[in-house]
């Protein structure tokens, strides 16, 4: 078996967080700021984030994120091969993981309105699909 080439690894964690990056603020700035306001006022979420460094915390978060997909990617195409496919489908299943049954359950129980989980799913799943096809992208052996 191949050894994982850690500095494309690296790179393609590096890159895929940026895309990520870009479309969690999309998701969170442009989608749903005015959600966001709406249940703040309405008393559902707080009006201001319980950590004051949460916007860093987070965006740490999608970097380790990404990089364990970046290296999931290059651990698996030897089994499953390289390129796209394998990529999607590694975005795919940690994405799910991810994403789905926390905001499942703010969707059930929350009482905020249920777009916000919806795109907050979004926002872990697609982001996840992101990162890895760009991981994938960048990785050689």
């Given at each position: 078996m191949a050894a994982v080439n850690m500095r494309r690894v690296a790179l393609g964690a590096v890159a895929g967080w940026v895309v990520w990056g870009i479309w969690?603020?999309?998701v969170n700035v442009v989608i749903l700021s005015a959600h966001y306001a709406e249940e703040a006022k309405d008393g559902h979420i707080l009006t201001e984030a319980r950590y004051k460094l949460f916007i860093l915390y987070w965006f740490i978060?999608?970097?380790?994120i990404s990089w364990i997909l970046a290296w999931?990617?290059?651990?698996?195409?030897a089994t499953r091969g390289a390129g796209p496919k394998t990529a999607l489908t590694v975005g795919l299943a940690v994405g799910f993981a991810i994403a789905f049954p926390v905001n499942l359950t703010n969707a059930a129980f929350a009482?905020?309105?249920?777009?916000?989980?919806?795109?907050?799913?979004?926002?872990?799943?697609?982001?996840s699909i992101l990162a890895t096809l760009v991981a994938g992208f960048l990785y050689r052996d």
């Amino acid at each position: 078996m191949a050894a994982v080439n850690m500095r494309r690894v690296a790179l393609g964690a590096v890159a895929g967080w940026v895309v990520w990056g870009i479309w969690s603020t999309i998701v969170n700035v442009v989608i749903l700021s005015a959600h966001y306001a709406e249940e703040a006022k309405d008393g559902h979420i707080l009006t201001e984030a319980r950590y004051k460094l949460f916007i860093l915390y987070w965006f740490i978060a999608l970097f380790i994120i990404s990089w364990i997909l970046a290296w999931l990617y290059a651990s698996v195409r030897a089994t499953r091969g390289a390129g796209p496919k394998t990529a999607l489908t590694v975005g795919l299943a940690v994405g799910f993981a991810i994403a789905f049954p926390v905001n499942l359950t703010n969707a059930a129980f929350a009482p905020f309105d249920r777009i916000l989980p919806f795109w907050w799913m979004l926002d872990l799943w697609v982001g996840s699909i992101l990162a890895t096809l760009v991981a994938g992208f960048l990785y050689r052996d």
